[in-house]
Each structure stands twice: as structure tokens, then as C-alpha cells.
């Protein structure tokens, strides 16, 4: 089955710089790569995704980058903000099957 | 603006009893998943089901789980007997097939706690 790896488990970073989410996948048939921010006491949303089609895509302050040889797709979020503090969890799937997500990614920005 | 609700959203037991949590996906959604989240483990999932009929619940302990889709607006998750490392947030997230891939929405979750 699928297994996805994610890094770090905790990252702080100062309001207005960047933080980037790194995640790598087993199952080279996975085509579908979204990614869920959880706030406190919330349930995951999806915020952004990206297909085995394309290699980035972006959405305002967020950003994702796909390299389908090694295996490895990330998050990028510039300009960070305290709203943006929360867990993030990358996941992977394969067409209509289930998803396998990360671990999760604990960001804190500090203003 | 369409959402998954569950039901409880906190319950509190006793180690033994019986545990239901029900959950309605959003209208029109053929898939639903059920998750596991605890800080050592992160998001398991436990069971989903297409179409109303199980595809993979191999997540989940099978002596003391179960999970069903009575129709197509109700999925449960029953936890009989209950015990204290079932203690954990229960997620239901559902999702459609319309060439959407899996994006899924999750419901507020359940809080159990097993004492």
C-alpha cells in the first residue's frame, strides 16, 4: 500500500517569512496529492491540490510543487501569517481510492 | 453551503459500553471515510464505502468495530465493547466521484473519551 512520508513534525517560523512542507510518496501509481490544514479543535480543509499532471500550482500565498521521478511534493507558504498557524497534512491516492495521509506538520508563526 | 455533520460531537463513556456515531455525508456524495486522529498516530482510516457497500475497512479492529451505510444519507461507526485506548477524535469525510478525484470534506468530528 501507500506510505507517505512528511517532514517536519513541528516547524516555527517568524510572521512574514516562508515555511515549505516536504512529503514523499511510495506508490508511484498515485496521481492525486492534496493537502488539509487543521486548526485547533477543527476539522482538516482542503486547501490546496495538485495532479500528477502538473508540477506546480499556485493559490495566492500557497504554492505546491510536484516532482512525480523522486517521489516528492511539498507546500510553500509565503508571506506567512498568524492565521496560518495549524497542522498540515499532506496525503496521496491513486485515482478514486483512498487517500494515505502524512503525519502532519505542526506549523506556528510567530508574530 | 453543503457540510457533513456527525453526531455526537463529545461523548463521554465508561469502559464497556457500547459507542454509536453517525454521521451524514453531503447529498450527492457517493463516498464516505471514516478516520481515526490521535497525537501518537495522527489520521487513521478506518473504514470507506462507495456506493453504500464497504471497499476497505481493513484500519480497523474488526472485534470490536463496526461500520455500515444504512442508506445513502447515514454512515455508523460502532465501537462495542469500548476501552480507554479507543479514546481519540472520530472523523466522517465524504466525497464524490464526478471527476473530482478523492477530494473529501470532513465532518466536526466526535470526541469520544473512554474512562
Known amino acids: 500500500g501507500e506510505n507517505v512520508e512528511q517532514h517536519p513534525s513541528t516547524l516555527s517560523v517568524q510572521e512574514g517569512d516562508s515555511a515549505v512542507i516536504k512529503c514523499t510518496y511510495s506508490?508511484?501509481?498515485?496521481?492525486?496529492f492534496p493537502w488539509y490544514k487543521q486548526e485547533l479543535g477543527k476539522r482538516p480543509q482542503l486547501i490546496i491540490d495538485?495532479?500528477?499532471?502538473?508540477g506546480e500550482k499556485k493559490d495566492q500565498r500557497i504554492a505546491v510543487t510536484l516532482n512525480k521521478t523522486a517521489k516528492h511534493f511539498s507546500l510553500h507558504i509565503t508571506e506567512t501569517q498568524p492565521e496560518d498557524s495549524a497542522v498540515y497534512f499532506c496525503?496521496?491516492?491513486?485515482?478514486?481510492?483512498?487517500?494515505?495521509f502524512g503525519i502532519g506538520t505542526k506549523l506556528q508563526v510567530i508574530p | 453551503d453543503a457540510r457533513v455533520t456527525q453526531t455526537p460531537r463529545d461523548k463521554v463513556t465508561e469502559m464497556g459500553q457500547e459507542v454509536t456515531m453517525r454521521c451524514q455525508p453531503i447529498l450527492g456524495h457517493n463516498t464516505v471515510f471514516w478516520y481515526r486522529q490521535t497525537m501518537k498516530q495522527g489520521l487513521e482510516l478506518l473504514a470507506y464505502?462507495?456506493?453504500?457497500?464497504?471497499?476497505?475497512d481493513s484500519g480497523m479492529p474488526k472485534d470490536r468495530f463496526s461500520a455500515e451505510m444504512p442508506d445513502a444519507t447515514l454512515a455508523t461507526l460502532k465501537i462495542q465493547p469500548s476501552e480507554p485506548r479507543d479514546s481519540a477524535v472520530y472523523f466522517c469525510?465524504?466525497?464524490?466521484?464526478?471527476?473530482?478525484?478523492?477530494?473529501?470534506?470532513f465532518g466536526p468530528g466526535t470526541r469520544l473519551t473512554v474512562l
Open positions: 506508490d508511484s501509481a498515485s496521481n492525486y
Open positions: 469525510a465524504s466525497g464524490g466521484t464526478s471527476g473530482t478525484y478523492n477530494e473529501q470534506f
Open positions: 495538485i495532479r500528477s499532471n502538473v
Open positions: 464505502f462507495r456506493n453504500r457497500a464497504p471497499l476497505d
Open positions: 496525503a496521496a491516492a491513486w485515482g478514486y481510492q483512498k487517500v494515505t
